[in-house]
């Protein structure tokens, strides 16, 4: 079996160094090495990591072509297909799926680079 062999692509900005640090922890993750606990101003709260999990949740299911209603069904455990076009445009659940949605969005227009730098302003 012929090996795989991995490359990482890095812009050259000023954001190298944090970038090289999680690509470091990257590499000690996949070759097996002890890894230490993330700096603390990169640690997220468990609120944090929460909204982090569903912002992945929610994107991946919209990429995959899951319909909205359907995404929020599986992250808030509730089905809204019962609902009429009038109820579910003034679903609660709706506008939060949106903001999760833009979230994500942003996160991954570089706005993940806040969660790197330890930046307090990501803090709400």
Do not use: C
Not at 16 to 43: C, D, E, V, W, Y
Not at 91 to 106: D, K, T, V
């Amino acid at each position: 079996m012929a090996r795989i062999r991995l490359a990482i692509i890095v812009p050259l900005d000023e954001d190298l160094m944090l970038r090289l640090n999680s690509i470091r922890r990257f590499h000690r993750l996949l070759t097996g090495k002890p890894i230490r606990p993330i700096p603390s101003l990169q640690a997220l709260s468990a609120s944090e990591r929460y909204r982090a999990t569903l912002m992945l949740r929610a994107w991946d299911g919209a990429d995959s072509g899951a319909s909205r209603r359907d995404i929020a069904g599986v992250l808030f455990r509730s089905d809204f297909s019962g609902l009429s076009a009038a109820e579910w445009k003034s679903a609660s659940e709706r506008r939060q799926l949106a903001r999760i949605l833009a979230e994500a969005r942003a996160m991954i227009g570089g706005e993940y680079l806040t969660l790197l730098r330890g930046d307090v302003r990501r803090r709400r």
